[in-house]
C-alpha cells in the first residue's frame, strides 16, 4: 500500500475513534449514572473542553507541518475542524437545552449581556460556515482562495473560545491562560511564518533581477 | 415523605436493600433501551435512589435532634452524597470534588474557638463544650451558590442567635466577624494563594440574631463531615453559600462591617450582605435560575431563596442592586 492510501484507509479511521473517544467516555459514564453530582454541568465543560483542544489540534497542523515537513497532517485538518465543530455543538445544545429549556430569547440575553456568552456564541456561530463548506463541492465552488480567506475565521473561534473559557471561571485561571498560551503561540507561528516569508522575499528579490 | 422522617427513620431501614439494588438494576435496563441522550438523562436519576442513603458509618450519630419549624417541608432532600461531595471548600482545593477528596487531613476535634471583640465573655471555648450548650436543632433549609446550583440540605445545629448571646456582646457590636482555620498541614488548599487566607465571613448583628441563622454542626443527623465545614460552621439559608464560613476557629463581635474574603477578592462581583436575589445578576452570569442539583432544567430563583417573608423586612430601604 502506498503511504496515501495507508493514511487514508488506516490512520485516519483510527484517527477517528479516537476523536469519537470523550464522546463514548460521555455517553458511557451517562448511562451509568457516573457523571457525578452535578451531570449536566459535567458535560457541558467536557463538551467545553473537548472543542478547545480540538480548535487547538486543527490550529497545530499547519505549524507542525512546517516543523516536520510532514506534509499529510494537512490530511487531517478537516476531520479535526469538523470534531471541534462537534463537540461544540454538543456544548452548545446543552446550555441551549437544559440551560434555557430551547428558548432561544433566554440566550440571546445572554449573549447581549454576558461577555463570556458573546465570546463562547460568536466563536460557536463562526464555527458553522465553516462546517457547512468543508467539503471538496464547496472548496471547488469558492475556489481555493477565497475559501481560504473564509476558514481563517477559525482564528477568531479560537480567540472567542479562549476568552469564553477564561471569562467564565471564578478563581481557577490555570487552566485557562494555558489554553490562551497554547493558542497565542499557534496563532503567533503563521504571523512569524508570513513575517518570515516576506523577509525571504525581500532578500530573493534583487538576487532574481540580477540573474 | 422522606423530609419529615429524615431523622428519625432513614429510607435505608425501610426500604430494604434488594428492593433498591432491584430498582436500580430495572432503571438500567430500562435506560439500555434508551437512545444515548436519553441514557444521559437517566444516569443521574439512579444516581439519586441508589447512594441517597449512603451515609458515613462511622460518623459519630447526633442524637434527639428538635424539629424546627423553619425547615423546608416541601422539597426533595439532596442526597447525603450530593451534600457531601460536591461543594467549594477552597482550603482542600478548587475543584468541587476537591474538599470530599482532602479534607480527611483536618483534625476537627480538639477543636476550640475564640470569642473576642466588644463583648462581655470573651475567650476560648473548647468545641466539645459548646456541643453541649443548646440542643440540637435539625433544619432542613435550601442551600443557594453563587455558582446558580442549589440543594436542600439537614442540617444539625443551633440558633446563632443563643450562640451569640452567651457572650454578651456590647451596645458597641454591629457585627460579627467569623473565620476559618488557617494550617497548611490539615488544610493543603491553603499552600495556594488561591485566596487571601484564612477565609473571613462577617453578618450584622440582625442577620446574626435572626432566628434562621444557625452555627451547624452536623448533617443528615451526623456530625458535621470535614468536607462540609467540621466541627461548626455558619448556614444563612437566604444568602449565597459563599457566606456559610467552616471550621469556625475565631468569632469576633466589631464595631464596623468586617470585609469578607470574597468582596476582598472581587468586590464588583461579590458584595458583604450577598443576599439570594434573582433581579441582580453576577457581573458575569445570570443570578434569575439555578439548577437544583438532581435535576435538569433550571428552576427560577425566588427572592432571598424563598425566605423573603421572614427577612426581607432586615433590608427595608435599602437598595439592594447596591447592597448586594
Known amino acids: 500500500m502506498s503511504p496515501t492510501l495507508i ?17 463514548t467516555w460521555l455517553v458511557y459514564n451517562a448511562f451509568w449514572g457516573d457523571l457525578g453530582v452535578n451531570p449536566v454541568e459535567t458535560i457541558t465543560n467536557y463538551s467545553g473542553i473537548w472543542t478547545l483542544r480540538f480548535i487547538a489540534i486543527t490550529l497545530a497542523l499547519t505549524p507542525l507541518r512546517w516543523i516536520t515537513g510532514f506534509n499529510p497532517l494537512a490530511l487531517f485538518r478537516r476531520m479535526m475542524g469538523l470534531f471541534a465543530f462537534f463537540y461544540g455543538s454538543l456544548h452548545f445544545m446543552t446550555y441551549f437545552i437544559l440551560d434555557h429549556s430551547l428558548q432561544f430569547a433566554g440566550v440571546w440575553d445572554d449573549v447581549v449581556k454576558r461577555p463570556y456568552i458573546t465570546a463562547g456564541f460568536t466563536a460557536f456561530v463562526l464555527m458553522v460556515p465553516l462546517a457547512l463548506t468543508s467539503t471538496q463541492g464547496w472548496i471547488r465552488r469558492l475556489g481555493g482562495k477565497r475559501w481560504n480567506l473564509l476558514h481563517r475565521l477559525i482564528y477568531i473561534t479560537a480567540v472567542g473560545a479562549v476568552l469564553h473559557y477564561m471569562w467564565k471561571v471564578k478563581l481557577d485561571t490555570g487552566y485557562p491562560t494555558y489554553y490562551a498560551v497554547l493558542v497565542g503561540v499557534l496563532l503567533g507561528a503563521r504571523v512569524w511564518q508570513r513575517m518570515g516569508r516576506r523577509a525571504v522575499a525581500a532578500r530573493t528579490v534583487p538576487v532574481r533581477r540580477e540573474a | 415523605m422522606l423530609i419529615k422522617k429524615a431523622p428519625d427513620i432513614r429510607e435505608s431501614e425501610v426500604t430494604p436493600r434488594s428492593w433498591y439494588v432491584r430498582r436500580r438494576e430495572f432503571l438500567q435496563v430500562a435506560g439500555s433501551t434508551a437512545v444515548a441522550v436519553a441514557a444521559g438523562a437517566a444516569g443521574p436519576i439512579f444516581d439519586g435512589t441508589a447512594t441517597a442513603l449512603a451515609q458515613n458509618p462511622a460518623a459519630q450519630k447526633l442524637e434527639n435532634l428538635r424539629k424546627s419549624p423553619l425547615s423546608v417541608t416541601d422539597e426533595k432532600l439532596n442526597s447525603y452524597k450530593d451534600v457531601t461531595t460536591y461543594n467549594n471548600f477552597y482550603e482542600f482545593g478548587l475543584d468541587k470534588g476537591d474538599p470530599a477528596r482532602y479534607a480527611g487531613s483536618l483534625k476537627p ?36 451558590c453563587v455558582e446558580a446550583w442549589s440543594m436542600v440540605i439537614p442540617w444539625v445545629g443551633f440558633p446563632m442567635a443563643d450562640f451569640v448571646k452567651r457572650f454578651e456582646p456590647t451596645s ?7 473565620t476559618t482555620l488557617v494550617d497548611t498541614k490539615q488544610m493543603p488548599g491553603q499552600t495556594e ?60 463581635f466589631e464595631e464596623n462591617e468586617p470585609l469578607n474574603t470574597w468582596k476582598r477578592m472581587q468586590s464588583r462581583e461579590y458584595g458583604f450582605y450577598a443576599n439570594v436575589n434573582p433581579a441582580v445578576d453576577h457581573p458575569r452570569w445570570s443570578q434569575a435560575t439555578e439548577r437544583r442539583i438532581g435535576e435538569f432544567f433550571k428552576r427560577k430563583t425566588l427572592p432571598f431563596n424563598g425566605y423573603a ?6 433590608y427595608a430601604g435599602m437598595d439592594l442592586s447596591k447592597f448586594y
Open chain 2, 193 to 252: 494563594p488561591a485566596l487571601p487566607w484564612p477565609y473571613v465571613e462577617g453578618l450584622r448583628m440582625d442577620e446574626a440574631m435572626h432566628p434562621l441563622t444557625i452555627m451547624a454542626v452536623g448533617l443528615y443527623g451526623e456530625v458535621l463531615p470535614n468536607q462540609n465545614g467540621a466541627p461548626i460552621r455558619l448556614v444563612v439559608p437566604w444568602k449565597y453559600g459563599f457566606k456559610g464560613v467552616k471550621s469556625i476557629v475565631r468569632v469576633s
Open chain 2, 109 to 144: 476535634r480538639p477543636w476550640s474557638v475564640v470569642v473576642e471583640g466588644q463583648c462581655g465573655k470573651p475567650g476560648t471555648y473548647n468545641m466539645e463544650d459548646i456541643m453541649k450548650w443548646f440542643p440540637l436543632e435539625e433544619r432542613i433549609y435550601r442551600m443557594r
Open chain 2, 172 to 178: 458597641k457590636a454591629k457585627f460579627v466577624k467569623m
Open chain 2, 309 to 314: 417573608d421572614q427577612v426581607a423586612s432586615l
Open chain 1, 7 to 23: 493514511i487514508r484507509r488506516i490512520v485516519k479511521p483510527v484517527v477517528f475513534l479516537a476523536a469519537l473517544g470523550p464522546f
